[in-house]
T-cell receptor
Framework: GAVVSQHPSRVICKSGTSVKIECRSL??????MFWYRQFPKQSLMLMATSNEGSKATYEQGVEKDKFLINHASLTLSTLTVTSAHPEDSSFYICSASHRYNEQFFGPGTRLTVL | AQSVTQPDIHITVSEGASLELRCNYSYGATPYLFWYVQSPGQGLQLLLK??????LVQGIKGFEAEFKRSQSSFNLRKPSVHWSDAAEYFC???????????FGTGTRLQVFP
């Protein structure tokens, strides 16, 4: 149980375009979803926390107009990287939680902006 | 502020050897502690977690970790490493007043045959 999927697993886009990444909890209802960013050989940095039906809470330094998060249902959250630039290239990982202090992680999405 | 330190960036061991990965945390109260493993290009898999109770925690894949309050440590151990254990290992702390996780910088484990 507690499976989280992400789609796409890999995306390459041109600079200036927007990219949407989906995160789904497949076998449970996630009251909270988290979005992380991971640079090569580095740790995970929390970008934002989203609760179903409410606005996401962004970490300090994360541009909320750049990284749009929507958590429309208890099984789906989306991260849209707007007007992507090469510096946005990274590995984006989501996690989902249905009880306190227990997160289940998706397999990640590799974004490459040319 | 809460923080997690993994002093070892890279560890190399021979297959069959024992393993200990270090993790130290900084937090005023007793935190929730986690160890995750990440294979290349993959998400994170939970190995084990400590919330309270017995300070020696058993996890999956033969891993265990011991919470030592006096040392603010939560080191991960395995008595005999397998080649498939080669991966990146992250220690994380979850403060008890939030759902967030704070990750250490990770330790990359390399296993030689």
């Amino acid at each position: 149980g507690a499976v989280v999927s992400q789609h796409p697993s890999r995306v390459i886009c041109k600079s200036g375009t927007s990219v949407k990444i989906e995160c789904r909890s497949l076998d449970f209802q996630a009251t909270t979803m988290f979005w992380y960013r991971q640079f090569p050989k580095q740790s995970l940095m929390l970008m934002a926390t989203s609760n179903e039906g409410s606005k996401a809470t962004y970490e300090q330094g994360v541009e909320k107009d750049k990284f749009l998060i929507n958590h429309a249902s208890l099984t789906l959250s989306t991260l849209t990287v707007t007007s992507a630039h090469p510096e946005d290239s990274s590995f984006y990982i989501c996690s989902a939680s249905h009880r306190y202090n227990e997160q289940f992680f998706g397999p990640g999405t590799r974004l490459t902006v040319l | 502020a809460q923080s997690v330190t993994q002093p070892d960036i890279h560890i190399t061991v021979s297959e069959g050897a024992s393993l200990e990965l270090r993790c130290n945390y900084s937090y005023g109260a007793t935190p929730y502690l986690f160890w995750y493993v990440q294979s290349p290009g993959q998400g994170l898999q939970l190995l084990l977690k400590y919330f309270s109770g017995d300070t020696l925690v058993q996890g999956i894949k033969g891993f265990e970790a011991e919470f030592k309050r006096s040392q603010s440590s939560f080191n991960l151990r395995k008595p005999s490493v397998h080649w498939s254990d080669a991966a990146e290992y992250f220690c994380a702390v979850g403060p008890d007043n939030t759902d967030k996780l704070i990750f250490g910088t990770g330790t990359r484990l390399q296993v030689f045959p």
